[in-house]
């Protein structure tokens, strides 16, 4: 169901959030009202994505990209797609599609792999393995949250807190990617409520712009944190913050433009 792509969504844009006390039940409508001081307060998976909940199953296979490049040389370009590839495990994942997890599966560990994360990362690979041989997707779906906690918990112990960023960010922008466009194609007012984040973006945009000044001056981070401020116009949705059909469509294209930069292999180190 949708409101696990939204788990995966808000758990990947909390990643460098400080931990607090439980949120009171919010509705999507009022995300823009989550921002406190240093932090920002995001709604459990079910409230926020409760308005995509609907009858039928999604077309999950029709969210799938095609596979991206594994050998990138830039860190910060591989922090950002690795977040983008836990996003599409999780899609694997509700697509019940047990190739397609261990596909995922195996590039998410290359990638963390050429961040240098620890050896407990890249034990988890055979348990996915097995999970998805066995359609265990309750066990595959903690699996994915374990290796996605090892490796920001990885890279915190290696002084890598501008990469945990990144990683969450580049996870929130294939989310919102793949949500946008659900939303699009059977667009309905409830359910595109739930794109309406302007206080997550400017949170987000804050955290950007509190990494290392040399980190920030590389040009794909200096491109994705321009755009940002364009996807946080976007976000914002007047009239009640119900967006229209043509303002999702907009919005999806926005961040498709952004993804596409991300995972476009370059020679930049």
Do not use: C
């Amino acid at each position: 169901m949708f409101h696990r792509v939204g788990f995966a969504l808000a758990l990947l844009a909390t990643a460098a959030v400080s931990q607090g006390a439980e949120p009171a039940p919010l509705p999507p409508e009022h995300l823009a009202n989550a921002v406190q001081t240093d932090s920002i307060t995001i709604p459990t998976p079910g409230e926020l994505f409760a308005a995509l909940s609907k009858p039928g199953k999604p077309n999950w296979t029709g969210q799938y990209r095609a596979p991206i490049p594994t050998t990138y040389r830039n860190r910060a370009q591989i922090a950002l797609n690795l977040g983008g590839l836990i996003a599409d495990g999780f899609i694997a994942i509700e697509a019940q599609d047990s190739q397609q997890v261990k596909n995922i599966g195996t590039d998410i560990l290359k990638l963390a792999k050429a961040l240098g994360v620890s050896e407990n990362v890249l034990g988890r690979g055979k348990s996915i393995n097995e999970f998805a041989e066995n359609n265990e997707w309750d066990a595959l779906q903690e699996e994915l949250e374990a290796t996605q906690n090892e490796v920001k918990a990885s890279m915190q112990s290696n002084r890598d807190q501008d990469f945990i960023i990144l990683v969450s960010l580049g996870g929130w922008i294939r989310g919102t990617q793949v949500v946008s466009g659900a939303v699009t194609k059977d667009y309905n007012q409830e359910t595109a409520k739930v794109l309406r984040q302007p206080a997550l973006v400017t949170f987000m945009q804050k955290k950007v712009n509190d990494i290392s000044p040399e980190l920030r001056d590389e040009a794909l981070v200096r491109s994705v944190s321009e755009q940002l401020a364009e996807i946080q116009k976007l976000v914002t949705f007047p009239n009640g913050g119900i967006p229209t059909a043509e303002e999702v469509k907009a919005l999806h294209g926005a961040v498709s433009k952004l993804m596409g930069e991300i995972q476009t292999k370059t020679d930049a180190k």
